[in-house]
């Protein structure tokens, strides 16, 4: 699922919202995302950054997701793949320090400058390596394309602000 939208705002201010996890929640577009908590601006592939979460059909409501940093093209492109720590998985019972379990879901934005001041976004939001095992709990996707131009909206809002 893609959506693309033009921003008022250079691609390195743009990437630069995106790159830093606290404007995460003002970007969301299902209202989930809650606040960063390491408040660690994203530098690479591979790094791991955590995000508090609300859903009101999660048992805890309240959870934690880690997400590691799948694309760190600047300021062309950034992706994250949300995963959770198994410990903050309901009815996990093994080591706090078990390995991250990533779902197979993937948050990419391509960015494309038009310009000194503006800057081209697609959002995807990519499922298709979702185990079938997961996709028996959750369905994919789990909402509709209309969160993901909201997103796109949202991420406008910041970086025009900037």
């Known amino acids: 699922m893609s959506v693309s939208a033009t921003v008022k705002a250079p691609v390195d201010t743009v990437f630069a919202v995106l790159a830093d996890p606290t404007t995460h929640e003002a970007i969301d577009g299902t209202g989930w995302v809650r606040e960063s908590r390491d408040g660690k601006?994203?530098?690479?592939?591979?790094?791991?950054?955590?995000?508090?979460?609300?859903?009101?059909?999660?048992?805890?409501?309240?959870?934690?997701?880690?997400?590691?940093?799948?694309?760190f093209e600047p300021p062309r492109a950034i992706a994250w793949q949300p995963g959770a720590e198994p410990r903050h998985i309901p009815g996990y019972q093994g080591p706090d320090d078990a390995p991250l379990d990533f779902g197979g879901w993937?948050?990419?934005?391509?960015?494309?400058?038009?310009?000194?001041?503006?800057?081209?976004?697609?959002?995807?939001?990519?499922?298709?390596?979702?185990?079938?095992?997961t996709r028996e709990h959750i369905q994919f996707p789990p909402f509709d394309v209309s969160h993901l131009d909201s997103s796109l909206r949202h991420l406008s809002e910041l970086a025009q602000a900037r």
Do not use: C
């Open 106 to 133: 993937i948050w990419r934005y391509d960015l494309e400058p038009v310009g000194d001041d503006r800057t081209e976004v697609t959002l995807t939001y990519d499922w298709s390596a979702v185990p079938r095992e």
């Open 41 to 71: 601006a994203l530098t690479e592939t591979g790094q791991i950054f955590r995000m508090g979460m609300y859903h009101d059909n999660h048992p805890d409501k309240h959870y934690e997701m880690a997400n590691r940093v799948e694309v």
